[in-house]
């Protein structure tokens, strides 16, 4: 770690708040807290930020707080993907610990597990937050936890006297802003200079939304510069604790009602019901292992527990041809209750040529809603998109599920009807 900024990943900013809340609750409540301000982006990586080495960036507010505090070299975000990150920030549990590793997660976290301005409200602090929430359970309620959780709320609403902690969430970087084109002779950064990753094709159209996101970095670091700014003027800056993050199982999410019953993940998981050593023995061997562990994962397909079940069809899935000899093995798995491993079962054998066999468990899964929710159609529908294929019959499948799904379906709905809009645009169909 180098002592050299304020710029902090989301699990470490969280170590620091929480922990010192959580201690303040404990011991004795210090004479003075610190008033702290915590900055959000959304989206980006250091990767953006020129205090990270990248020359292209125009972060001067972010470098500028850089050279003043610490700068964090070997800290991860816990997701790749922004609401699971919030519930691992809001929570201080790993989302996937909570069971809400997956994108609009809607189950409950356990009682025993409570959100940092929780802590930091009993220890004095008036906790404001402007204004994102999205935390990827249905157990936390902003106005429960926050004394202010609106695009109002402000550390200048606080009782006089009482030291703050204010949440600003900036959502100029998020993806959603390079989804709307600027017109090219608009862009600040120029598209012929971006450095591309190897992994996206030098194309026009790359190298203008890499500017044109650039564009959006800097005008999110003017908004930084604007919070900064503010924070001077009120006189509150030399006794505050800045801080700039970034937000982004063993068991399938299409599984976790049938483990978990009314309980949240986060206390199944630490049950006497939770098989947890098995689970994990059988996680690593599916993706760590290898030819010679057929006759496992061929064995762990007939375990009387699902999630047993789904790393057996995993790793027989990673084996690709080597899998060959277990064939009759996932022919019989495909008709698994799981809707996890019955999809699995169906990649695999597609990989294997058993191709038309493979369609119809796809299809088998799509239309028998007696047997699979919509978790368990919106796994296979990911599958389908995996394995590339246009067949007439899946596609006639999969628009029946859309039009079984309504126009404008909400909740758990709305995800198996934007994967198939997803197919729909991809297959050329409209």
């Not at 004795?28 to 702290?36: D, R, S, Y």
């Not at 691992?88 to 301005?117: C, D, F, K, L, Q």
Request: charged share 25%; net charge negative; aromatic share 10%.
């Amino acid at each position: 770690m180098k002592i050299k900024t304020a710029e902090q990943y989301a699990a470490i900013g969280l170590a620091v708040i929480s922990g010192f809340a959580a201690q303040a609750c404990k011991t004795q409540i210090p004479k003075k807290l610190p008033n702290i301000l915590w900055i959000v982006s959304e989206d980006n990586s250091a990767y953006f930020t020129g205090c990270y080495g990248n020359s292209f960036a125009t972060t001067p507010n972010i470098d500028k707080l850089a050279g003043k505090g610490f700068l964090y070299t070997h800290a991860y975000c816990t997701n790749a993907v922004s609401a699971p990150s919030r519930n691992t920030i809001i929570t201080g549990v790993y989302a996937s610990s909570n069971g809400n590793e997956n994108m609009r997660s809607s189950y409950a976290i356990s009682s025993a597990v409570h959100t940092y301005p929780e802590y930091l409200r009993k220890a004095g602090y008036y906790c404001t937050n402007n204004s994102k929430t999205d935390y990827n359970t249905s157990s936390i309620i902003p106005s429960e936890i926050w004394d202010e959780s609106s695009n109002t709320a402000h550390y200048k609403n606080r009782p006089e006297g009482k030291p703050f902690f204010a949440v600003f969430n900036l959502g100029t970087s998020h993806e959603s802003s390079i989804h709307k084109q600027t017109p090219t002779e608009d862009l600040r950064h120029d598209p012929s200079k971006v450095i591309l990753p190897p992994y996206h094709p030098d194309t026009p159209e790359m190298r203008h939304d890499w500017a044109q996101y650039y564009d959006k970095i800097e005008d999110m670091d003017a908004e930084v510069g604007a919070l900064l700014k503010e924070l001077e003027e009120s006189g509150e800056a030399e006794t505050n604790w800045m801080r700039k993050i970034r937000d982004v199982g063993v068991i399938p999410e299409t599984e976790y009602k049938n483990f978990a019953g009314k309980k949240s993940m986060y206390d199944y998981m630490r049950s006497a019901d939770c098989p947890f050593d098995e689970l994990m023995k059988a996680a690593d061997l599916a993706t760590l292992g290898g030819k010679s562990d057929l006759n496992t994962f061929i064995q762990y397909l007939k375990n009387k527990n699902s999630a047993i079940r789904y790393w057996g069809a995993t790793g027989l899935l990673i084996l690709k041809d080597d899998a060959k000899p277990a064939i009759p093995a996932l022919k019989e798995a495909s008709g698994d209750k799981s809707g996890a491993v019955a999809t699995f079962a169906a990649e695999a054998l597609y990989g294997l040529g058993e191709k038309e066999l493979s369609r119809k468990i796809y299809i088998h899964i799509l239309q028998d809603t007696a047997a699979y929710d919509m978790n368990d159609q919106n796994f296979a529908l990911n599958s389908i998109d995996a394995i590339n294929d246009n067949n007439p019959d899946l596609i006639a499948a999969v628009q029946q599920l859309f039009k079984e799904l309504g126009s404008t379906p909400e909740g758990l709905a709305s995800y198996p009807y934007r994967t198939a809009e997803w197919l729909f645009k991809k297959w050329g169909i409209k």
